[in-house]
């Protein structure tokens, strides 16, 4: 374990060096604060376009971090030949796998703390009270979708050639179920046989990655969502990061390193 | 090559760009079209194409109406919900009735989810806005209002827009001033527009108790209703119907007892149910025949001074 926590060190600061999260975070920041400025029939309790802006930013922020550093681990260990002094280490191929991981995943959710900080701050000073329960279950939800997005990516950077390609191939797979995969059964229901069959099988094959989306419930200020739920949703991100850590270990054991 | 030969050629191209700059400006402006004239930044970044996105913002101002809870592209119902909110206003300012006398049947309607149809679906139900809620009470109508700012500023000819707004905001958020200056700048974007005429009419009227511009007002709104109805086969006639009670009510309300007469016999020609209008011309018949109480005198004529606003 203390391999795959000093492997995941190494990611962790790998992402405080870089310039992607502070880029981000000053974009989301500056455009937040832009909006809130803008004079809405001098009404300064209007709150939730800010929420709902912010968490799209915040989305959009966190996934490019997630795809793109973890798209690049593989690719620019071997690129650089320091996958071999690595891997002469008594260390497997499985560890650099987990460490990777779990790198890419720590980082991403330190950054994701950070965003939802600036978000509970923006909105608790905007609207007055302070909806902490709600964030703090987006943020953990958005967390555990992040876990697929990331072992998706890692299981791409062994399949595909190219950071780029792998990273673009993830953003589309990803944008693709958010906006159309809670969708598929309505889709399949309408179709003749067998495409619906095939459509349903596709709807229960893919990762559900919309229904971490919990934005409207906290824009919206709605109940929360039940523990229990959360704990479900959480196992469901654990089993399929699993399954794609697992595909990306068969891949990477098999994979010849040399050029 | 001698070190002052870069600095040369950097002065004769610079020269160059601003010679080519100043001949090829007043060109491009022909070329670039309406484009050119842009005055905000959507209108340069986005030209004509932005009125493709106003429309999804003012069902974006409804979707918040209803606290989030809203057909998706991909749901059946969602025709049965479009211009929702414009329905609401609308409903509300004719029958003078809140929205949640018809609550239960608006329910129904927009039960668009329907019973969950696999366990993934009725599971991912916990994490979406599943409850059917209207932004209503404590001023909360006000966090529709960036939409239908950003939709008016991307399309100015969607009336709908500015008299949406104005409604919320001259009758849930008390807000008189506002409503009205955003009235007058759809007006200025769409000048023959009676729905606008009519609401800016009834602002005045209802909250400032400005007859005589508020005549006006109805009045243009009502010329323009006919103009845009001499061009039709089949014309709008409940809108005429609209401007007319409105305006049989302000001349009521003023003591103009046979001006609001003949407004509801112009009503009737338009109407439905011209025998209820009968009735009420009958009525105010007997008013205005009757004498008048002392100490009470009747609103002097003179109030209505045409062509102040218009």
Known sequence: MNKVLALAGVVFKELYRRKDFYVLFFLTAVLTLLLASVNLFN?????????????????????????VTTARQLPAERESRTIF?????????????????LGCWGATGLALVVFYAFFAVV??????????????????LQWAM????????????????APSANSTICFILVGGILLVGGHLNTVALQQPEPLSSLIYALYFAIPHLEIFDVRDLLIHDQPLVGWGNCLLATLYAAVYTATFLLMAWWVFRRKPLSA | MSARLPILLLGLLLTIDFSLATWLQPRSLGWRGRRAQADTMLKVLLGDGRRMFANHFFTKADAYFHSGYYPSLFDQARLQCENHLSGAAEEQASKGGPPDSKHDEHEAEHDFFGKPKDWLDRFSRAFRVT??????????????????????????????????????????????????????EGLRANPDSEEILFELGRLLWENHRDAARARNLLEAALRCSERRAAGLAEPDKTFRGRILVQLARLEEQTGNLAAAIARLRQLQEVSPTPEVIQRQIAELQQRLEAPPPSGHPAAPPSMRQPGSDR
């Open chain 1, 43 to 67: 009404d300064q309790r209007v709150v939730r376009y800010l929420k709902e802006v912010c968490l799209l930013l915040i989305w959009v922020s966190a996934l490019v971090i997630a795809v």
């Open chain 1, 85 to 101: 002094p690595l891997l002469a280490k008594p260390v497997t191929r499985g560890q650099v796998l987990a460490g990777k991981f």
């Open chain 1, 123 to 140: 909105s608790g000073t905007r609207e007055g009270h302070w909806a902490l329960g709600a964030t703090f279950q987006a943020l953990w």
């Open chain 1, 146 to 161: 992040l876990a697929v997005v990331i072992a998706m990516a890692l299981l791409g950077s062994l399949l595909l050639s």
């Open chain 2, 131 to 184: 409850e059917h809620t209207h932004l209503s009470g404590g001023g909360r109508e006000r966090e529709i209002l960036p939409w239908l700012k950003l939709a008016a500023a991307l399309d100015p000819h969607q009336v709908d827009t500015y008299t949406v707004a104005a409604y919320w905001l001259r009758s849930k958020l008390g807000k008189v001033a506002e409503a009205e200056a955003f009235l007058r």
